[in-house]
């Protein structure tokens, strides 16, 4: 987190062009543009759809949308004829400049190959807003008025400034999910043996039970359940190689008060009834 202050703080960018696409230029190009990069540039749709590829992976735009692109990178927007996209662009150079003692700025030039720390692509939560500073960004460099870069650059800083932030709120947020889903993971891997259902998982997280199932799902694959399932299972058969305990005790240690019960699940987890398996 330091780091990524640090960065900030020390990030001049300058504004090189800003443009608009809309619907005439869409029709002057057929629909569809691509170039190489040779300068960074951030573009954010604000009407439309359409897609974009980008190195070789395709995704679909609609407002609301960032994409960034630092020098090296293919892209290749493709609109929709019928919700023709519209957005704004802005290409800039950035440099990082350090202050040494009083007056000494150490300068770290940031095009060829330095990207800023942004996602590809992202979805912006005050998408509004950030379309009115665009709007403003563009009229501002096309009047040339007195005072328009110093007015655009300091505009555009906030705006990276705010993907920055957002993400470093999105990043903490998977961090805080994932930590959720690790200790309903121990708690499932600690109380196997005992009656457990997906209330009592997501009370010990104090989540919903659809949101826990939603948050599991995302994160290891299974829902709580079939997780917890797979614990269990997972130890019966390690109990049916190693021990000569019955069925009836397996069952019971992990989990499972009716040995036919378990016999059943354990038939439809592995294909192969527990007696069966322990031959085997």
Not at 29 to 34: D, I, K, R, T
Not at 118 to 145: D, Y
Request: with cysteine; hydrophobic share 35%; net charge positive.
């Amino acid at each position: 987190m330091q780091h990524q202050y640090d960065f900030w703080n020390q990030l001049h960018s300058q504004v090189w062009l800003i443009t608009k696409r809309e619907t005439p230029f869409w029709e002057e190009m057929n629909y569809a543009f691509g170039e190489f990069c040779k300068i960074h540039k951030l573009s954010i749709v604000c009407g439309g759809s359409g897609r974009l590829v980008y190195n070789s992976e395709e995704t679909a735009l609609q407002p609301g949308m960032a994409v960034y692109s630092s020098p090296g990178n293919d892209i290749h927007f493709i609109s929709s004829r019928q919700d023709p996209l519209q957005f704004y662009s802005v290409m800039f150079h950035y440099a990082l400049v350090r202050w040494e003692g009083w007056n000494r700025p150490s300068l770290q030039a940031g095009n060829s190959g330095h990207k800023l720390p942004l996602q590809p692509f992202s979805k912006l939560r005050h998408a509004n807003a950030a379309t009115v500073i665009l709007q403003h960004m563009h009229t501002s460099w096309n009047s040339k008025k007195v005072g328009y870069e110093w007015k655009v650059n300091l505009a555009f800083k906030n705006l990276l400034s705010e993907l920055l932030n957002q993400q470093i709120r999105s990043k903490g947020d998977e961090e805080a999910a994932l930590a959720l889903v690790n200790k309903v993971i121990g708690y499932i891997n600690e109380r196997y043996p005992e009656k457990l259902d997906r209330k009592a998982m997501a009370d010990y997280v104090s989540l919903s039970q659809s949101y826990l199932s939603l948050l599991f799902k995302k994160y290891t694959g299974w829902s709580p359940v079939q997780y917890l399932i797979k614990i269990r299972m997972d130890k019966a058969k390690e109990l049916l190689r190693d021990s000569r305990k019955s069925i009836g005790e397996i069952a019971a240690e992990v989990g499972y008060t009716d040995p036919l019960y378990f016999s059943r699940v354990f038939a439809q987890y592995t294909g192969l009834a527990p007696k069966a398996y322990r031959k085997g």
